[in-house]
């Protein structure tokens, strides 16, 4: 039996895996660092797995053993130190009984795997197939997983976005132009509806609302009498008419002498060092889920509901949807007037 926090757990296990996979996201450091602290803790040992579920099929090098020093000074570093990728291989029954037998063969009993959906929906039939099982840390700037307020990077992402915006204000207003800024979310739109507010753009376009461009050809129509002189438009890179060049295109052809710049900020929405709530997000979620692991728990997401840790079924969080919240859809609406 191990006392933890004043909880007890019992704990069959010797040693445990992580890694990272999919697309990287700011805070992905400061989770490895978690995991491998807690673990450490705890008297587990702990591998890490580099380039993600490519790596797991590859063994050899790619199979590295974590210590406290391993994970020193890496908090604050965007990326991922074990790197990722996305594999086909792993998609295959061979290429996961290649991951298995070399799973096996370094004695590895439990994973913490840090991603999206992609890297839930693997580990889950990873599960099912081989019985090893998995919790996962949510690391994804889209926040679009159901099961967490918050998924890390997320944040970061978000303020990276509206220091752009920022930036980008100064010379709309110096020139007296509108700017549509793309931002990323193929099918999420969190991050461009808290840049909006946060951002104090005018308008915006999301994957999850259904509207056409008529709604921005509105909004300008209907200034043509205040004296503004420069607009800030956000557009998901999901919306359902197109990106940011689509929808300057529609514009153009309905208003007359639309003077408009495009600005897609694309992965530097990724990168950079993670926001202080990223960390401690990150930092929560890693440690839970080594003593989730621990306690026996399997095939589930960590995550905060209302600052509380809970673990949510992979299935459920990769499929259950996830909706905006109705409030803030509401202030765009009511600072656009």
Do not use: W
Not at 203 to 230: A, C, M, W, Y
């Amino acid at each position: 039996m191990v006392l933890s926090q004043g909880l007890f757990y019992f704990c069959a296990m010797k040693k445990i895996a992580v890694f990272t996979s999919g697309g990287d996201s700011p805070g992905m450091n400061a989770c490895i660092r978690a995991v491998v602290r807690t673990a450490i803790y705890h008297n587990l040992e702990v591998v890490g797995i580099m380039q993600g579920y490519k790596g797991m099929i590859e063994g050899g090098e790619n199979f590295i053993e974590l210590n406290s020093r391993s994970v020193g000074n890496i908090i604050q570093r965007g990326g991922t130190i074990l790197k990722s990728s996305r594999s086909k291989e792993f998609m295959t029954p061979e290429g996961r009984k290649k991951a298995y037998d070399n799973l096996v063969a370094h004695g590895i009993e439990g994973i913490v795997c840090i991603g999206g959906n992609g890297t839930f929906t693997g580990a889950e039939i990873f599960f099912n197939e081989f019985g090893i099982p998995s919790i996962g840390a949510p690391g994804t700037i889209d926040n679009d997983l159901y099961g967490t307020d918050f998924t890390i990077g997320f944040d970061t992402a978000i303020n990276t976005a509206v220091d752009a915006i920022d930036k980008i204000r100064d010379t709309a207003d110096s020139h007296g132009r509108v700017f549509l800024i793309e931002l990323m979310g193929r099918h999420a739109g969190f991050i461009s509806l808290a840049a909006t507010i946060a951002g104090g753009a005018e308008q915006v376009l999301l994957p999850e609302i259904v509207e056409d461009h008529s709604k921005v050809v509105e909004f300008f129509k209907g200034r043509t009498n205040t004296k503004k002189s420069f607009s800030i438009v956000i557009v998901a890179e999901g919306n359902i008419e197109g990106g940011a060049f689509k929808i300057d295109e529609l514009l153009k052809k309905e208003i007359p002498n639309f003077d408009s710049r495009v600005v897609i900020l694309g992965h530097i929405q990724r990168g950079g060092s993670p926001t202080a709530y990223d960390r401690v997000l990150a930092s929560r979620l890693g440690a839970g889920a080594v003593e989730a692991l621990m306690r026996g728990e399997k095939n589930k997401m960590a995550g905060l509901i209302n600052n509380k840790f809970v673990l949510t079924p992979f299935h459920d969080a990769i499929y259950m949807k996830k909706d905006l919240n109705p409030d803030l859809v509401r202030l765009v609406e009511i600072f656009n007037c």
